[in-house]
T-cell receptor, first 115, second 116 residues
Framework: AQKVTQAQTEISVVEKEDVTLDCVYE???????LFWYKQPPSGELVFLIRRNSFDEQNEISGRYSWNFQKSTSSFNFTITASQVVDSAVYFCALSGLNTGNQFYFGTGTSLTVIP | EPEVTQTPSHQVTQMGQEVILRCVPISNHLYFYWYRQILGQKVEFLVSFYNNEISEKSEIFDDQFSVERPDGSNFTLKIRSTKLEDSAMYFCASSERQGPYNSPLHFGNGTRLTVT
């Protein structure tokens, strides 16, 4: 079974604070991909990152960084020096080699950055 | 940057009516998808489409739903007889290669369907 859990429903931080969004996944596939998408108030889904199960290197892109740990089945997302424009719902998603074309999304974490 | 476009952005319909949601995928993409998001809930897979046929569908995608690629650019989702519980945001997505494990899905801005 494929499952993504985002235990944090809502987070509020003050601008310039760092914030980490948690994602824990379950899969029986040995080959799988993990994704983060951002959904701003306007509603669209914006692709942020994709990682495959063979690549546990952490990644940094500007103020964003991702920490993938297979040992704990986690793929956490950190925003450094948060900005008001970061306010959005963030979804973690999983797709396994044997799940075909389906994405399995978590329930999302709503991030509010307070100026 | 090329993008997936969806029309209309908001559709209001009465229960029992048919609706067609329209999408124009990215031009060189070959795989197309519909997802939906009931307000405040997670995004759920409905159907994937490749080579003019459905490649996968979820249990949500029952006989009330159909998809079509009527020409070389549009990809549509039809709900034959809408129910209140069909109210949701519907996202179209496309990818260049098969499966999200080969290339990321690019989502459109969504169509908010409200069934009254």
């Amino acid at each position: 079974a494929q499952k993504v859990t985002q235990a944090q429903t809502e987070i509020s931080v003050v601008e310039k604070e760092d914030v980490t969004l948690d994602c824990v996944y379950e899969t029986r596939d040995t080959t799988y991909y993990l994704f983060w998408y951002k959904q701003p108030p306007s509603g669209e889904l914006v692709f942020l990152i994709r990682r495959n199960s063979f690549d546990e290197q952490n990644e940094i892109s500007g103020r964003y960084s991702w920490n993938f740990q297979k040992s704990t089945s986690s793929f956490n997302f950190t925003i450094t020096a948060s900005q008001v424009v970061d306010s959005a719902v963030y979804f973690c998603a999983l797709s396994g080699l044997n799940t075909g074309n389906q994405f399995y999304f978590g329930t999302g974490t709503s991030l509010t950055v307070i100026p | 940057e090329p993008e997936v476009t969806q029309t209309p952005s908001h559709q209001v319909t009465q229960m029992g009516q048919e609706v067609i949601l329209r999408c124009v995928p990215i031009s060189n993409h070959l795989y197309f998808y519909w997802y939906r998001q009931i307000l405040g809930q997670k995004v759920e897979f409905l159907v994937s489409f490749y080579n003019n046929e459905i490649s996968e569908k979820s249990e949500i995608f029952d006989d009330q739903f159909s998809v079509e690629r009527p020409d070389g650019s549009n990809f549509t989702l039809k709900i034959r007889s809408t129910k209140l519980e069909d109210s949701a945001m519907y996202f179209c997505a496309s990818s260049e290669r098969q499966g999200p494990y080969n290339s990321p899905l690019h989502f459109g801005n969504g169509t908010r369907l409200t069934v009254t």
